[in-house]
T-cell receptor, first 110, second 116 residues
Framework: KNQVEQSPQSLIILEGKNCTLQCNYTVSPFSNLRWYKQDTGRGPVSLTIMTFSENTKSNRRYTATLDADTKQSSLHITASQLSDSASYICVVFGDYKLSFGAGTTVTVRA | EAQVTQNPRYLITVTGKKLTVTCSQNMNHEYMSWYRQDPGLGLRQIYYSMNVEVTDKGDVPEGYKVSRKEKRNFPLILESPSPNQTSLYFC???????????????FGPGTRLTVT
């Protein structure tokens, strides 16, 4: 069964600090991996989409990495801001199907 | 403005009373999908549609129906809602969802459904 596991489940960081979220997957065959940001009560919004050949991709203060050999991805948030408080969802597309992780809830405190 | 709209945004209903949640997109996308989101479980796919008149079950289709009679609309129908269908529902669309595509999915604002 294709699975996507995210860690940690939640984390709290101080404004201005960095953090890294992890995503491990077993989806096969693999097409691409997506990171979404979901603010409370709103729909997810795409941050990055990475294909097999891409190791890293940045979107403003968000940097995603992908190791397709070990089937691991990370999302690094640099110089966090209060507006980064949200749930971050890892989604893997493979075998014509999207597999969703349960998400990591990030809380940024002043 | 390119967007996915859902109606209603909030709905409280009683067990057994049929309801429809509408979803519409104005981006001419072929692929549309419905998800439910429950605490600790993340997003789970209910049904999806690769194109007009083509629909297929996702991971949790029981108790739901969909139709795709035109490209822009993809309504979710609960013929006889039950309390375990209380959830936050999202509709999403994408240009396509074929192997090798890297199109992002656009999500609607969500519909919070409570079945008592």
């Amino acid at each position: 069964k294709n699975q996507v596991e995210q860690s940690p489940q939640s984390l709290i960081i101080l404004e201005g600090k960095n953090c890294t979220l992890q995503c491990n997957y077993t989806v096969s065959p693999f097409s691409n991996l997506r990171w979404y940001k979901q603010d409370t009560g709103r729909g997810p919004v795409s941050l990055t989409i990475m294909t097999f050949s891409e190791n890293t991709k940045s979107n403003r203060r968000y940097t995603a990495t992908l190791d397709a050999d070990t089937k691991q991805s990370s999302l690094h948030i640099t110089a966090s801001q209060l507006s980064d408080s949200a749930s971050y969802i890892c989604v893997v597309f493979g075998d014509y199907k999207l597999s969703f992780g349960a998400g990591t809830t990030v809380t940024v405190r002043a | 403005e390119a967007q996915v709209t859902q109606n209603p945004r909030y709905l409280i209903t009683v067990t057994g009373k049929k309801l429809t949640v509408t979803c519409s997109q104005n981006m001419n996308h072929e692929y549309m999908s419905w998800y439910r989101q429950d605490p600790g479980l993340g997003l789970r796919q209910i049904y999806y549609s690769m194109n007009v008149e083509v629909t297929d079950k996702g991971d949790v289709p029981e108790g739901y129906k969909v139709s795709r009679k035109e490209k822009r609309n993809f309504p979710l129908i609960l013929e006889s809602p039950s309390p375990n269908q209380t959830s936050l529902y999202f509709c999403a669309s994408s240009p396509t969802l074929l192997a090798g595509d890297s199109y992002e999915q656009y999500f609607g604002p969500g519909t919070r459904l409570t079945v008592t």
